[in-house]
């Protein structure tokens, strides 16, 4: 029997967007999904780029104003992968429109807006996700289990880092990423490393942190020498406390050179501990500590840790960045069909966008700051 359809209107085309259509696209051939996706409609900037996209993404229909997409009758999911400042708009014109919302991080520009997007999705009833994909990889997740199952013993301490180096050439020009309303190192990587924080270990109580422009101007566009101040953070270190109790510190990092996906962290415990860094997704390590038999076991990702088994039946084979982004969408498509609750949903986003703001508020006070 056929499954039904569902209708997916698509804003945004950049790379975020690409990978978006690509999950839409797959999904169902790897994951038994409630209902069939169906690339509706795409929406960008303007109906050349639209029209474009839709060819290449494999889109139905192309329109140039994303207020057409929303109110379209045809759609059902609204994935929202624009620069951060139009979120909000969108997610609003979307939640009044009873759409599901699928939409990508940091949630808005402030922790308020954050806010009111969440309280209109809750008021309206509508379901949320946020693409947190690196919380989809089946070893974080199973760093999870072996953390509630006390296999590490206490939790003691926590290290976290997300570093890049897409910002690290001075001659980057500015973007969506360089707005004074929004951007930054810590609002672009950060919000990554803070919701793994969170899902590992739970809420944050309180936040010390430094906020550094490393390069303090750059191009005003890709086709001029023109440049204007950045304003913005390029680092962010902080020190952080868990509710509780455990303490640790946190990066976010977009000028780190040499690094190009080091979301990373590593978790203490009195009995044993847990390394991870995105570099080598399929991996994470365990130290138990055997009296001369310690140091780190590399478990590799198999069919053992669901949903690796979906897409190889053998281990070894590795899972992809893009693997993560379907994961995501197999899980948003249960949860718009009543089957499950979604998660990371808009009410964690803004305590994501809460705790960056929280750092910031830190660095500008020169003291720890209670969440
Ligand atoms: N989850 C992740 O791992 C991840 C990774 C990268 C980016 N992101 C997020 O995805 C979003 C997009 O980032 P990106 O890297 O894809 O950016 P991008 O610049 O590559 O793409 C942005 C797209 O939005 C389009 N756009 C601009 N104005 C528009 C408008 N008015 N209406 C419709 N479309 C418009 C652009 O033309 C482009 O197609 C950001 O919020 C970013 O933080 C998430």
């Keep these: 029997?056929?499954?039904?359809?569902?209708?997916?209107?698509?804003?945004?085309?950049?790379?975020?967007?690409?990978?978006?259509?690509?999950?839409?696209?797959?999904?169902?051939?790897?994951?038994?999904?409630?209902?069939?996706?169906?690339?509706?409609?795409?929406?960008?900037?303007?109906?050349?780029?639209?029209?474009?996209?839709?060819?290449?993404?494999g889109f139905a229909r192309s329109t140039g104003d994303w207020r057409t997409l929303v109110a379209d009758d045809a759609i059902d999911i609204v994935a929202i992968t624009a620069p951060n400042v139009l979120h909000a708009p969108i997610a609003h014109a979307a939640i009044a429109a009873g759409k599901t919302?699928?939409?990508?991080?940091?949630?808005?520009?402030?922790?308020?807006?954050?806010?009111?997007?969440?309280?209109?999705?809750?008021?309206?009833?509508?379901?949320?996700?946020?693409?947190?994909?690196?919380?989809?990889?089946?070893?974080?997740?199973?760093?999870?289990?072996?953390?509630?199952a006390g296999e590490i013993g206490d939790v003691t301490g926590f290290r976290g880092r997300h570093a890049e180096n897409y910002m690290a050439d001075p001659d980057v020009p500015h973007s969506f990423r360089t707005d004074p309303q929004g951007g930054g190192a810590l609002a672009d990587i950060g919000s990554h490393i803070i919701s793994m924080a969170r899902y590992l270990l739970g809420p944050l109580a309180e936040v010390q942190a430094d906020c550094r422009t490393v390069h303090a101007t750059r191009p005003m566009s890709s086709d001029t020498d023109q440049r204007s101040s950045v304003e913005v953070d390029d680092m962010t270190h902080a020190l952080i406390r868990f509710e509780s109790g455990v303490s640790g510190s946190l990066e976010a990092n977009w000028a780190?050179?040499?690094?190009?996906?080091?979301?990373?962290?590593?978790?203490?415990?009195?009995?044993?501990?847990?390394?991870?860094?995105?570099?080598?997704?399929?991996?994470?390590?365990?130290?138990?500590?055997?009296?001369?038999?310690?140091?780190?076991?590399?478990?590799?990702?198999?069919?053992?840790?669901?949903?690796?088994?979906?897409?190889?039946?053998?281990?070894?084979?590795?899972?992809?960045?893009?693997?993560?982004?379907?994961?995501?969408?197999?899980?948003?498509?249960?949860?718009?069909?009543?089957?499950?609750?979604?998660?990371?949903?808009?009410r964690e986003a803004y305590e994501v966008q809460r705790t960056v703001e929280a750092m910031q508020q830190s660095h500008r006070l020169r003291q720890w700051v209670a969440l």
């Design 101 to 148: 919302v699928y939409c990508e991080k940091p949630l808005s520009t402030t922790a308020a807006l954050a806010l009111e997007m969440t309280e209109a999705a809750d008021a309206a009833g509508v379901i949320t996700m946020v693409g947190f994909n690196f919380l989809r990889n089946p070893m974080v997740k199973l760093a999870r289990e072996i953390i509630a």
């Design 256 to 346: 780190a050179t040499a690094r190009t996906m080091d979301l990373s962290w590593e978790i203490t415990g009195t009995r044993g501990a847990l390394a991870f860094t995105q570099e080598r997704m399929n991996e994470l390590r365990l130290w138990r500590g055997a009296p001369g038999r310690s140091g780190y076991t590399r478990i590799e990702a198999g069919p053992a840790h669901p949903p690796y088994g979906a897409f190889c039946p053998a281990p070894g084979h590795h899972l992809g960045f893009n693997d993560l982004k379907v994961i995501e969408v197999a899980e948003l498509l249960a949860a718009h069909a009543g089957h499950s609750v979604c998660s990371p949903d808009f």
């Design 1 to 57: 029997m056929r499954k039904p359809e569902i209708g997916i209107g698509l804003v945004g085309s950049g790379f975020m967007g690409r990978c978006h259509a690509n999950a839409f696209r797959s999904v169902s051939g790897l994951f038994d999904v409630p209902a069939e996706p169906r690339l509706e409609l795409i929406a960008d900037a303007n109906d050349d780029l639209a029209a474009h996209a839709a060819q290449a993404l």
